[in-house]
């Protein structure tokens, strides 16, 4: 078959695969199916483990249990792989997202000041949500979405190049970067960026 039968096929199959490749690490699909490259750097859903503090909350903290896209889906949150402008524009178009911008963090955004950039990790580990829908989009590096499901428990997204992902206005949520603390992203916005983020009172 063509390669680009394959790429065909791969549309079509697009759905039912992401539900499966979930199950996997992506380095396996390397291997033995080179022609799903595709897919290599996808979101990574799971629950928390909830052993995170705020000294080691960019730690995978991954518990092993995998989320699915419908699970996700019910609380409103909207993923999708993103792997062009164009597709992004079209995204926006389609959602009326009329601004955007485009923020860059590691640690020379910190003078390399490891202190400061801690610091700043310790201020994402506070849980809040918004009265708009928070979009991010990852051009480069990693980060994580940490959102609560129904039952109050942690849902990790770690979020890597072309992911992109929608919560809904209202949904307790947190950000951060992942170890490799390098992460360029787009926020994209409806009208003019309303960010005031109403922390969570325990
Ligand atoms: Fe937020």
């Keep these: 078959m063509k390669k680009d039968c394959f790429y065909k096929l791969d549309l079509v199959r697009k759905k039912p695969l992401q539900k499966i490749?979930?199950?996997?690490?992506?380095?396996?699909?390397?291997?033995?199916?080179?022609?799903?490259?595709?897919?290599?750097?996808?979101?990574?859903?799971?629950?928390?483990?909830?052993?995170?503090?705020?000294?080691?909350?960019?730690?995978?903290?991954?518990?092993?249990?995998?989320v699915s896209f419908e699970e996700i889906e019910e609380l409103g949150v909207i993923y999708k792989h993103v792997t062009s402008q164009e597709e992004l524009d079209a995204l926006a178009k389609e959602r009326e997202y009329k601004n955007r911008d485009k923020i860059h963090l590691n640690l020379e955004t910190f003078k390399n000041d490891v202190d400061a950039y801690n610091a700043k990790m310790k201020q994402f580990y506070t849980e809040h949500y918004h009265e708009?829908?928070?979009?991010?989009?990852?051009?480069?590096?990693?980060?994580?979405?940490?959102?609560?499901?129904?039952?109050?428990?942690?849902?990790?997204?770690?979020?890597s190049?072309?992911?992109?992902l929608i919560l809904p206005e209202g949904i307790y949520h947190r950000?951060?970067?992942?170890?490799?603390?390098?992460?360029?992203?787009?926020?994209?916005?409806?009208?003019?960026?309303?960010?005031?983020?109403?922390?969570?009172?325990?």
């Design 132 to 159: 708009d829908e928070e979009i991010r989009y990852i051009v480069d590096g990693e980060g994580f979405f940490d959102v609560r499901n129904k039952g109050d428990k942690w849902i990790r997204a770690k979020l």
């Design 175 to 202: 950000f951060t970067l992942t170890n490799s603390r390098e992460v360029t992203a787009i926020r994209l916005f409806k009208d003019e960026p309303k960010w005031e983020a109403i922390n969570r009172v325990h």
């Design 21 to 66: 490749l979930l199950q996997y690490e992506r380095t396996a699909f390397v291997d033995f199916a080179p022609h799903y490259n595709y897919y290599q750097k996808m979101v990574q859903l799971y629950y928390h483990d909830n052993n995170d503090t705020e000294d080691n909350f960019t730690d995978d903290h991954n518990s092993g249990v995998p």
């Design 161 to 164: 190049k072309n992911d992109l």
